[in-house]
């Protein structure tokens, strides 16, 4: 096959980790036979350096062109004094709002070999896995107007949300929810705030569309308690923009570090961005000791959900998998045994299992 794919490598570790999933996207390539036509442009930090803006129009372009796009992660301590429409962040909210992906898809899982990383006790870690559902276009980020009164004494933020928008992410919550394990808790405040109570509403709507899954609801407080004290008990999580950036960082806690995470951000027709869940990590930044797994499994999410390749993203994700259990790791997880290893060791690490499964199996170049 052949797939265009545009990569935003951004600030900070984004650029280094980008260069591991290049790699990695290189061995999928010669392994299964696929071409990949990579366009590389600039967002964020990177972007408002070169072209004096978060996001060119060149960016977003290219982007909707492609098949697909990857991004590494923006923003850093170098543009903090910048006046609020030029922070590298306004590049990647209006690249999302810009190609309409309004569904931020987390899946959070707990790897048998990094029980003991997660400063959770491993018996309540150990059977997580979920999928947490965002919403990721509309909400408090996108209020208008967001603005500073009165000589700055008062300030407003707005939380908006038109049906169609709670809709179609509750439909995505739904259908997640099916091919999963059939159980979907909606997260909202739905004591306080009237967005929440149409959210419900709208939830116990769809409801009766899809008969096979159970429903329950759950308050934002109450959900960031269950999340570290019975991870277990949730299969897909619902919920609108903010409650979902502050749930699925806090679900990180499970894993280990949020260097594992990975995140697809897309839309109804295929076409997606993937990125791991993590920030540009500016302490680390340039050392090159990032964890490059989150990155590496949203390459692998990407060639399953926009580029139709379910088995080379298995491959990847038990490529990475045998790697942990070999005792390979990075210097965020905090592991007492194994081999501390560089981002580039540890994505070489990755990719001579990834071969080798191929090899063995036999099944990669057929
Ligand atoms: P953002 O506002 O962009 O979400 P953040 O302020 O939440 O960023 P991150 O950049 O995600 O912060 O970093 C939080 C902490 O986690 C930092 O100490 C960082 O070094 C660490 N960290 C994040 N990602 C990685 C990674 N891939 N590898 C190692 N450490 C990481
Ligand atoms: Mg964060």
Redesign the pocket.
């Known amino acids: 096959m052949e797939k265009k794919i545009v990569l935003l490598p951004g600030d ?2 984004g650029k280094e ?1 980008m260069e591991s999933a290049k790699k990695v996207l290189a061995a999928i390539e010669s392994e299964y036979h696929h071409r990949f036509i990579l366009q590389e442009c600039a967002i964020g930090g990177d972007a408002l350096d070169r072209y004096g803006v978060p996001l060119p129009d060149d960016t977003l372009h290219a982007c909707n062109e492609a098949d697909a796009v990857l991004l590494g ?3 850093g301590p170098k543009w903090d004094n910048q006046p609020p429409k030029f922070r590298p ?1 306004k590049g ?1 909210l209006g690249i999302r709002k810009g190609l309409g992906l309004f569904a931020n898809l987390r899946p959070v899982k707990t790897f048998p070999p990094l029980l003991h990383a997660s400063p959770l006790k491993e018996e309540i870690v150990k059977d997580s896995d979920m999928m947490i559902v965002r919403e990721l276009t509309g909400g408090l980020y996108f209020g208008e107007p967001s603005e500073r009164r009165n000589n700055g004494e008062d300030v407003v933020d707005t939380l908006a949300y038109s049906r169609h928008e709670i809709e179609r992410i509750v439909e995505k919550g739904f259908e997640s929810a099916q091919i999963r394990n059939k159980h979907l808790t909606s997260v909202d405040k739905a004591n306080v705030l009237e967005s929440s109570r149409v959210w419900r509403e709208i939830v116990n709507e769809k409801a009766v569309d899809y008969p096979d899954v159970e429903v329950e609801h759950l308050l934002v407080d109450a959900a960031a308690m269950k999340l570290i004290t019975n991870p277990s008990g949730f299969d897909v999580v619902v919920t609108e923009n903010l409650f979902g950036d502050i749930l699925s ?1 806090e679900a990180s806690v499970l894993t280990g ?4 995470l990975p995140s697809a951000s897309v839309r109804t027709d295929g076409l997606g961005m993937y990125e ?10 340039g050392k090159g ?7 590496i499994l949203s390459t692998a999410l990407m060639l399953e959900y926009s580029l139709g390749m379910q088995e080379e993203a298995k491959a990847i994700e038990s490529a990475v998998m045998d790697c942990l259990e070999q005792g390979y790791h ?3 997880l905090k592991i007492k045994d194994g081999k501390q290893m560089s ?1 580039d060791e540890i994505t070489e690490a990755i990719i001579e299992n990834l071969t080798t499964k191929c090899i063995s199996d036999s099944i990669c170049s057929s």
Request: hydrophobic share 45%; charged share 10%.
């Open positions: 900070g570790i980790i992660s923006v923003g962040e990647l960082d570090s949020l260097g594992m791991p869940v993590h920030g540009s990590a500016p302490d680390i930044a000791i990032a964890n490059p797994i989150g990155m990075t210097a965020d981002t």
